[in-house]
C-alpha cells in the first residue's frame, strides 16, 4: 500500500522531467524552444489517461493481493482443521439462530401487507355494527373506502357430508377497500349489499379448487349453503385472505344474515379501513372521535362509551406476535455476539500461537497493513464459510418453528427464505469476519519484533497481553449469556406458574364437538330445542358416556356478552350496565364439566320452557354485584329487552377461565338453552366425558349427530385437554425457543472459559512447575487456576445481573404470576451459571494439578 | 514530423511493449524517456511509442517484480528514476522472447501462402 502512494508520488515527476528530456532533444535536433516543448507534449500523449492507466495497475495489485490472501488463508486453514472446525461451528450457530429468527421477521413483522397500498389501511380494536359501518363511511372524509366481515360457521350442502366451512358475511365495503381484484368474475359490491338482494357468493381459492374442482366456468353456477343456494359470481386468487382469518367464501351480509344487519346494537363485524392519501393517523383519530361522539349523541343507548382508535393493520395483524418477536431477535442477537466473542477468542489464540511466525514475517520486511489484510482475509474467510453452514441450519430451523408453531405465524405471508434472507444472512457472516478479525490482526501488526522474538525464546508468565482481551472476550460472554438464562428462567416460571392455575373444569377425558344449526330449517327455536334434547339423549345413552352442551366452552377463543340489569338495584343508564359473559347450557353441563357448585343448585331438565325462568351465575358475579348478601333468589334481567324476561338466580358455581388461563374470570350468567329466546344461538358444543375420549370414539359420537340429521356439519372436535394446550402453546413456544438460545449460549459460553483456562494453564506450565517445585501443593495450583475462572464469573455474573434487571423488564407482557425481577429466577440462574464456569474450568485445572515439574522444567 | 511520417509507423501490439521494455533493460538500468529512445530508435523508428503509454506499463512491471525502480544521477547531474531489470524479470525476457519468436514465425507461414495464391 505504502510503496503504491509513493509510486505514484514520484509519477509527476517523471512526466516533468520525462517531458523535459524530450524537449531539450528537439531543441537539439533544432527546434525552437516553443515548437520542441509543444512537440514533446504531443508526443507523451494523453497525461491524465496516463496517471488513470498507472493508478489503475496499482488497484489490480490490491485485488491481486486480496485473492492471494484468501488463497494463503485457505492454505493455513486447511493446515489446522480443527481450529477452522470449531470457528466455523461457532458462528454457523450463531448466524443460523439469527438467519432463522430473521426470516419470521421478515415474513412477519417487515413484509408488507399482501394488498394496495398496504399503509394506508388502518382497522380497530372493537367491533361495529352495519349501521355503524354506514355512518361512518358516510361521515368520515378521511376514509377513502371502509368494510367489515363477520366469521359464521355454515354448512356447504352439496358435497357427499355435509361440509362446515367458514363464512365471511360480508359488508359490501371489504373488497373495495382491501383492493385485491378477483380471479374470476367480480368481487362483492355495494349494490350486492342490499336486503332481498340475490344470492351470490364469492369464493376463495382454494375453496374453489377443493369443492369446484377447479371448474373455470364457475362464475354463474350455484352453491348449496345453509339450505340455501347461492349464485357463485366471483373467486379470489390463491393467497388473498382478510387478516387473521381463513374464509372459504364471503357472502353479503344483509342477504345472507339479514337479522343481524339491522341492529346498531349487535358490533359484530370487524372492519378495515384505507386512510385517503396524505391524511394522518393522528388525524384520523380525531376524525373519529368526533363521528363517536355525534354517534353517541343521537344514539346514546348503543353508542355511548365506544372507543375507536385506529391503529395500521399490520400493527394490529401482528400485536401480540410482535413483543416476542422483538424479545426472541433480542435474544438471538446475544447468541450471536456470544458466537462472535468466541469466534474472535478463538483468532486471538490463534494470533498467540502464530506469533513468532508473524514477527519473523514483519522482521523479514513483511509490511503492517499487509499483515493486518492477511488477518482479515483468514477470519473473512471463515466467517464466510460459517455463513455459508448457517444458512442450510437457518432453513431447518425455519422449517422447524413452523411446523411447531402454526398459529403465532399464522400469518398473511408465507416464510420461508429469500434473497433478503440470505443477504441478511451473508452481510451478517462478513461483518463478523471484519469487525470480529479487526482485534486478532491487529495484534498480529503490533508485534514488536525484538521485544517479542526475545520473549518468545525464553518465557515463565509470558503471553499475558492477549489473554487480557480473551478474559475480557469470555467475562462479557459470561454476562449476556446470564441475560438470556434470566429471561428464559423468568418464561419458565411463568409456565410453571400457569400450568398450576385451576381452570375451574376438569378438562380430562372430555370431548368436544362443535355443531351450527343451518339457518332455514332450524330457524324456530322448538326445532332448535327438539335436535339439542335429541342429540343428549342418543350421547347419553351410550354406556359410560356423559354429555351436556354449552354455547361457548372455555378456552375456546369465543365469548358472548350481554348487558345485565339487577332487580331492585338503581336502574343505570343506558351504556354504563354491566357487561357479563353469558352462556346457554343444557344437560348437567357443571357435572360433565366437573365445575363446582358454590351455592344452591345445578340447572335441571325441569327448568324448560313451561317453568320459571332461572339462571345460575358465577362466583365473581356474585361478589361484584352483590356483596354481602345472599345471590340465590335475586332476579336478574337482560338490560334493553322490550318485555323485561326476569331470571331468578337459583345456583352460584365456581369461576372457569372462560378466556385464558392468564386472565381473571369475567362475572358469567349460565341460562337453560330451553328457556332462552334468542333464536340465533344456533351454535353449540357437546362436551362428552367418556372413560376413553380418543379419536376412536368418533365415528359413534358423528353416526349419532347424523341420525338425527344427516344434514348437520360436525365444525371441529376437540378433546378439552388439546384445548388446554392449544392455550398454553404460544407461551411453550416461546418459552422452548429462548431456553434453546440460553442453552446454546451457555454451552459456547463454557466453551470460551475451557479455551481461555486451557491457553493460560498451557503459558503457564513453566511457572507451575515452578510452583510446585518449590513446595506449592496441588490445591493451590487447583485454586490459582480455577481462581481466574472464578474471577471472571463473578465480574460476567455482576455484569449480567445489571444487564438482566435493565432488560428483563421489556418482557412483562409474557410473564404470569412472578415480577421480572423475581429473585428466585435470578438466583437459579447465577447459580446455574457459577457451576458451568466451575465445571468448565475445572477440566484444565486438573491438568494443571498434574504438571510435573521436571517435566515442566526441562521443556525449557 | 509530418502526418504522412506518422501514418508510416506501427502502432504497438497490445503487451509486447512490456517485452520490448525488458528487452531494453538488458542493457542497463535506464531512465523512462531513455527507455522509449531506445525503443524507437532500435526499431529504425518504425515502432511507434505514444511515450506516455510507458509509465502503466512500467508500473505494472514493478508490480509484477520484473523490474525494480531506484533513485539515481543522470548524465547531466539530475536526481532521476532508473529503472533496471530483476533476476525474475531476466527470466521472464528468455520466455517472453520464445513465445514472440514462436508466435512471428506462426503468423509468417500463415501470411506466405496468401502470396502465391494471387486474387480470385
Redesign the interface.
Given at each position: 500500500m505504502k510503496r503504491r502512494q509513493h509510486m505514484l508520488e514520484d509519477l509527476d515527476r517523471d512526466i516533468r522531467e520525462h517531458i523535459e528530456r524530450e524537449t531539450q532533444d528537439n531543441i537539439d535536433r533544432g527546434m525552437a524552444p516553443d515548437e520542441a516543448k509543444y512537440a514533446a507534449i504531443r508526443k507523451f500523449g494523453n497525461v491524465t489517461q496516463m496517471k488513470e492507466d498507472t493508478r489503475e495497475v496499482w488497484t489490480m495489485l490490491w485485488l491481486d493481493q486480496f485473492a492471494q490472501d484468501l488463497r494463503f488463508a485457505a492454505r493455513m486453514l486447511r493446515k489446522s482443521p480443527g481450529f477452522a472446525a470449531a470457528a466455523i461451528l461457532t458462528l454457523a450457530l450463531g448466524i443460523g439462530a439469527n438467519t432463522a429468527i430473521f426470516t419470521v421477521i421478515h415474513a412477519v413483522l417487515l413484509e408488507p401487507l399482501p394488498y394496495a397500498n398496504p399503509q394506508e389501511l388502518v382497522t380497530w380494536h372493537g367491533n361495529e355494527s352495519q349501521l355503524e359501518i354506514d355512518d361512518i363511511r358516510q361521515q368520515a372524509d378521511f376514509f377513502s373506502a371502509g368494510g367489515g366481515v363477520n366469521p359464521e360457521a355454515v354448512t356447504y350442502t352439496d358435497g357427499t357430508e355435509p361440509v362446515g366451512v367458514h363464512a365471511g358475511y360480508t359488508d359490501g365495503g371489504l373488497f373495495p377497500v382491501l383492493g385485491v381484484a378477483p380471479m374470476l368474475g367480480r368481487a362483492l359490491t355495494m349494490d350486492d349489499n342490499r336486503f332481498g338482494g340475490p344470492r351470490v357468493a364469492v369464493l376463495s381459492y382454494s375453496f374453489w379448487r377443493d369443492y369446484l374442482a377447479g371448474d373455470p366456468n364457475a362464475v354463474g353456477k350455484t352453491i348449496g349453503v345453509d339450505d340455501n343456494r347461492y349464485t357463485v359470481i366471483g373467486v379470489m386468487p390463491s393467497g388473498f385472505g382478510v387478516p387473521a382469518y381463513d374464509f372459504d367464501l364471503y357472502l353479503p351480509l344483509r342477504v345472507a344474515y339479514a337479522d343481524a344487519a339491522r341492529y346498531r346494537g349487535v358490533h359484530f363485524m370487524n372492519t378495515y379501513w384505507r386512510l385517503k392519501p396524505g391524511v394522518s393517523l393522528h388525524q384520523a383519530a380525531a376524525g373519529l372521535a368526533t363521528i363517536s361522539a355525534r354517534l353517541a349523541r343521537d344514539y346514546p343507548g348503543e353508542e355511548r362509551n365506544r372507543v375507536r382508535t385506529p391503529v395500521p393493520l399490520a400493527q394490529a395483524v401482528t400485536g401480540d406476535v410482535r413483543p416476542a418477536l422483538l424479545i426472541l431477535s433480542g435474544a438471538v442477537c446475544l447468541v450471536l455476539l456470544i458466537a462472535c466473542a468466541n469466534f474472535a477468542g478463538l483468532l486471538l489464540a490463534r494470533s498467540e500461537a502464530r506469533r513468532r511466525e508473524m514477527v519473523i514475517r514483519a522482521a523479514l520486511g513483511g509490511g503492517r497493513r499487509r499483515l493486518i489484510f492477511q488477518g482479515l482475509a483468514e477470519s473473512s474467510l471463515l466467517a464466510l464459510m460459517g455463513g455459508a453452514a448457517a444458512l442450510p441450519l437457518a432453513a431447518l430451523c425455519v422449517r422447524a418453528l413452523v411446523a411447531a408453531k402454526p398459529a403465532m405465524l399464522a400469518h398473511q405471508n408465507p416464510i420461508s427464505m429469500d434473497a433478503a434472507v440470505m443477504a441478511f444472512g451473508i452481510g451478517v457472516s462478513l461483518l463478523t469476519g471484519l469487525i470480529f478479525g479487526m482485534a486478532p490482526a491487529w495484534s498480529y501488526s503490533r508485534a514488536d519484533v525484538a521485544e517479542s522474538l526475545k520473549r518468545e525464546g525464553r518465557t515463565a508468565t509470558a503471553g499475558r497481553g492477549g489473554l487480557g482481551f480473551r478474559k475480557a472476550l469470555v467475562t462479557t460472554e459470561i454476562g449476556m449469556a446470564l441475560v438470556l438464562l434470566t429471561g428464559t428462567g423468568l418464561l419458565v416460571r411463568s409456565f410453571a406458574q400457569l400450568r398450576s392455575v385451576d381452570p375451574g373444569f376438569d378438562p380430562a377425558r372430555v370431548m368436544a364437538i362443535h355443531i351450527q344449526l343451518p339457518t332455514v330449517r332450524y330457524a324456530e327455536i322448538p326445532k332448535q330445542l327438539q335436535f339439542r334434547r335429541g342429540l343428549l339423549d342418543r350421547l347419553n345413552a351410550l354406556p359410560g358416556v356423559q354429555a351436556a352442551m354449552a354455547s361457548d366452552i372455555p378456552l375456546d377463543g369465543n365469548e358472548l356478552t350481554h348487558n345485565l340489569a339487577i332487580e331492585g338495584q338503581a336502574p343505570v343508564t343506558e351504556g354504563d350496565e354491566p357487561e357479563v359473559d353469558t352462556i346457554c347450557v343444557m344437560g348437567d353441563y357443571f357435572g360433565v364439566m366437573r365445575i363446582a357448585m358454590r351455592a344452591g343448585r345445578a340447572l335441571t331438565p325441569q327448568d324448560d320452557e313451561n317453568h320459571p325462568l332461572v339462571a345460575v351465575v358465577n362466583e365473581s358475579l356474585a361478589r361484584r354485584y352483590f356483596a354481602g348478601q345472599d345471590a340465590i333468589g335475586q332476579r336478574i334481567r337482560w338490560a334493553r329487552e322490550k318485555e323485561p324476561r326476569w331470571m331468578t338466580i337459583v345456583g352460584v358455581v365456581a369461576d372457569v377461565k372462560q378466556y385464558s388461563l392468564a386472565e381473571p374470570a369475567y362475572p358469567a350468567v349460565f341460562t337453560p338453552f330451553a328457556q332462552t329466546d334468542e333464536g340465533w344461538r344456533r351454535w353449540m358444543a357437546v362436551v362428552v366425558r367418556m372413560p376413553d375420549a380418543t379419536a376412536a370414539q368418533l365415528p359413534t359420537i358423528k353416526r349419532q349427530v347424523w341420525d338425527l340429521d344427516p344434514q348437520i356439519p360436525l365444525n371441529r372436535i376437540v378433546s378439552l385437554d388439546e384445548l388446554m394446550g392449544l392455550s398454553l402453546a404460544e407461551r411453550q413456544f416461546n418459552m422452548s425457543l429462548l431456553g434453546l438460545f440460553a442453552a446454546l449460549s451457555v454451552v459456547l459460553v463454557a466453551v470460551g472459559i475451557y479455551g481461555v483456562t486451557a491457553y493460560s494453564v498451557s503459558q503457564r506450565t513453566h511457572e507451575i512447575g515452578i510452583r510446585i517445585a518449590v513446595g506449592a501443593r496441588r490445591l493451590d495450583v487447583l485454586r490459582l487456576v480455577m481462581g481466574q475462572g472464578v474471577r471472571m464469573a463473578a465480574l460476567g455474573t455482576a455484569l449480567g445481573l445489571a444487564g438482566a434487571f435493565a432488560l428483563t423488564r421489556l418482557m412483562t407482557k409474557l410473564l404470569f404470576g412472578i415480577s421480572a425481577t423475581d429473585p428466585l429466577t435470578f438466583a437459579a440462574v447465577v447459580g446455574l451459571m457459577l457451576a458451568v464456569v466451575l465445571v468448565a474450568s475445572f477440566v484444565p485445572a486438573r491438568r494443571a494439578m498434574r504438571v510435573d515439574p521436571m517435566v515442566a522444567l526441562r521443556y525449557e | 514530423?509530418s502526418t504522412r511520417e506518422e501514418k508510416e509507423r506501427i502502432e504497438l501490439l497490445q503487451g509486447t511493449l512490456d517485452l520490448l521494455i525488458l528487452r531494453t533493460l538488458v542493457l542497463g538500468p535506464a531512465?523512462?524517456?531513455a527507455i522509449?529512445?531506445a525503443i524507437e530508435y532500435r526499431s529504425d523508428e518504425v515502432l511507434q511509442v505514444?511515450?506516455?503509454?510507458l509509465?502503466?506499463a512500467l508500473?505494472?512491471l514493478?508490480?509484477r517484480g520484473w523490474i525494480a525502480?531506484e533513485e539515481g544521477t543522470s548524465e547531466n547531474n539530475?536526481r532521476?528514476?532508473y529503472y533496471r531489470l530483476t533476476a525474475r524479470g531476466r527470466k521472464q525476457l528468455t520466455l517472453e522472447t520464445n513465445k514472440w519468436a514462436k508466435l512471428a514465425g506462426a503468423i509468417g507461414r500463415v501470411l506466405r501462402p496468401s502470396k502465391q495464391e494471387g486474387r480470385p
Open positions: - | 514530423m531512465h523512462g524517456h522509449a529512445k505514444e511515450q506516455g503509454s509509465y502503466p508500473h505494472r514493478i508490480r525502480a539530475r532521476a528514476k
